[in-house]
Nanobody, 117 residues
């Protein structure tokens, strides 16, 4: 059974940094996209950053230049380095894995990031 376990969330002041990690266990998928989504209270879940197994990245405009996604493929781990955090970054951050063959979509349980002003 595939499991995604996030870590690294917490409380930080505006302007600070946090690093999220997500470890995938259960199976190895050669072709996949891993990444991060977030959901703030009263809002829909939105893409933050994703990265394919080939290294292609996609970022939300709101985090470009502040967040960096990276992967450790042998360890099936994805990271999100978040710098210059703003109160509007406050949300539950979810790790996501989309596999190509077969096509499957997996989610972690989420980790809370709170940015105080």
């Amino acid at each position: 059974q595939v499991q995604l376990v996030e870590s690294g969330g917490g409380l930080v002041q505006a302007g600070g940094s946090l690093r999220l990690s997500c470890a995938v266990s259960g199976r190895n998928f050669r072709l996949n996209t891993m990444g991060w989504y977030r959901q703030a209270p009263g809002k829909q879940r939105e893409l933050v950053a994703v990265m394919s197994s080939g290294g292609t990245t996609n970022y939300a405009d709101s985090v470009k230049g502040r967040f960096t996604i990276s992967r450790d493929n042998p360890k099936n781990t994805v990271f999100l380095q978040m710098n210059s955090l703003k109160p509007e970054d406050t949300a539950v951050y979810y790790c996501n894995l989309v596999t190509i063959a077969p096509f499957m979509n997996y989610w972690g349980k989420g980790t809370l990031v709170t940015v105080s002003s």
